[in-house]
């Protein structure tokens, strides 16, 4: 699957238009069209105790959202990216995976401000929609929080795709995860490969695994080189989200990239225990592929 089309839900918050500019880094990914989407929800627009639906309200955050997304679609346009968008009024979610199914989106963008130190990075309707969405699934951080600085830095500003880290187990989901990683031949300039053997096994099932893990992410790496990639690659023992997130952190990436599995129960359970914990941890773009 290459990245032609892009859906890029927003709310228009602060520093959501530099997230938009930020992505047009994949352009050299085969990045062709944004779809823009507005979901005007409907409490805002709802009933009231003595009244009935706002259609004036209504109407005035649809001409807010179009002239927004109109000025957006002209600079989209100088770029040499092709652009529509859609205003909606209902529940963002079913909206977003609505439009993504009707526009034939390769990629949905999922971004956020963070605000607080104690605010979660995800709340109930983006994992709502990380575990209901087909797409792959960018979560896109516009703001994080340093804890040890005690202020809020900008995240938009990075290289996107410069070099991505690709965090498997080894499952048919994580296979599917290292062949997405194919789109970014053009902008990404190194990979880093990295699994996580939990610290509770035993120490031979646990030399075992590693040594596999080895011979596995070498055979990985040496099929990016062949395809143009520098690539490297690296085994760590521990808890997989802490791991992930400091190997990150560490080798100075610009991207996660994982694999989410399953279905309905057992796939909230999955996002719950690693992949959700790390788009809800990470200060990094969060890409996730079903």
Known sequence: MAIHKILFPTKFRELSFDALSALLELKEAGLEEVVLLHVIEREQVGFVPYGGYLKEEEERLRDIARLKFEEWQQFLERKGIKSKFHILVGNPVPKILAVAEEDNVDLIVAGRKKRQALERYIGSSMLDLLQRSKKPVLVFKYMCYDIEKGREFCVVNQQLCEHLLLATDFSESSERAFRFLENFKGPAKKITLLHVVSEDLG????????????????????????????????????????????????????????????????????????????????????????
């Open 203 to 290: 120490k031979p099932a646990l030399e075992k695994e590693a040594s596999e893990a080895k011979a596995k992410l070498s055979e990985f790496s040496q099929k990016l080189q062949q395809k143009g990639f520098t690539s490297q690659y690296y085994v760590h023992i521990g808890k997989p989200v802490q791991e992930i997130l400091k190997i990150s952190q560490e080798y100075e990436t610009n991207m996660v990239l994982m694999g989410t599995t399953g279905k309905g129960r057992w796939r909230a359970l999955w996002l719950g225990s690693v992949s959700q914990r790390v788009a809800e941890f990470s200060h990094l773009p969060v890409l996730l592929v079903p």
